[in-house]
């Protein structure tokens, strides 16, 4: 006896006919995966830009707010912090000597105003279309172009090097938390964001501070590519001036072992 599904007259048995079935249901799935990339594909080129940066503006915008959230609280911190003093120097129950040795540790943590001969430092980033300006050197690379994190920490510690009593960057007080730190082309300072040019100015001996700027090793270097390049490099003797004090918070924040 034959097989009905080996015999040519067996195209329309119902085992003809499952076995078919599977291999239809795929093809209509595979033309319909299709339509569907072929429609968002449409879609996107014609409805949206993929190339845009508006992601990375709506970023940049909230940066901008969240640090001009953070300088409005560290004022506001500050005129706070203000009221508690002078509510505690009222009345509180301590010495002469006691109180000027409080006096004297508030001068050295920067949370109290210091007046004295400044010296400002300021830092650029070089023009877009900067060449090498002397024989020898290669054509600059976009790195050589800014100002980068090790170069602002240069100046820092040079000046703390050359007597500085005290060092604001920018529009900030630094106290010994402080940390100077750069992410791309801005600079992160105590929970506000800036932009080029950066102002350093420090308080002390003016002829002292330039010294230990010109003595600096890592600010020898970086003369190189302000030379070479055209990185903004500016020294100026302020005369007297008046530095804030440090307005934002002193709690310490560590880490704690999981008990």
Avoid at 31 to 53: M, P, V, Y
Avoid at 79 to 100: I, K, P, Q, Y
Avoid at 101 to 119: S, Y
Avoid at 146 to 172: F, P, R, S, T
Wanted: proline share 6%.
């Amino acid at each position: 006896m034959s097989n009905s599904a080996d015999s040519p007259q067996s195209g329309s048995s119902p085992d003809r006919i499952r076995r078919f079935r599977p291999v239809r249901v795929l093809t209509m799935a595979v033309f319909a995966l299709a339509g569907l990339i072929f429609f968002t594909s449409f879609d996107t080129a014609n409805g949206t830009n993929i190339r845009t940066d508006a992601s990375l503006l709506k970023l940049s915008d909230l940066i901008q707010e969240r640090s001009h959230k953070n300088g409005q609280l560290d004022e506001s911190n500050g005129s706070l912090r203000d009221d508690v003093e002078t509510l505690a120097e009222r009345d509180n129950g301590s010495t002469a000597a006691e109180a000027a040795e409080l006096a004297a540790l508030e001068k050295h943590a920067g949370t109290q105003k210091l007046k004295g001969k400044a010296l400002t430092v300021t830092l650029n980033d070089a023009p877009p279309n900067a060449t090498a300006k002397l024989p020898g050197y290669p054509e600059p690379q976009p790195d050589y172009l800014v100002i980068h994190q090790q170069d602002l920490q240069a100046v820092v510690n040079a000046l703390w090097q050359g007597g500085a009593e005290g060092i604001k960057v920018m529009d900030q007080r630094l106290i010994s938390t402080s940390a100077v730190r750069c992410v791309g082309n801005t600079l992160i300072l105590q929970g506000r964001v800036y932009s080029p040019p950066y102002k350093i100015q420090a308080v002390g001996d003016p002829e002292k501070l330039q010294k230990a700027l010109s003595a600096s090793p890592a600010i020898q270097n970086y003369m190189v590519y302000v030379n070479v390049y055209g990185l903004g490099w500016k020294v100026e003797e302020d005369g007297t001036r008046t530095m804030p004090g440090y307005s934002g918070t002193v709690d310490l924040h560590y880490a704690k072992p999981v008990e």
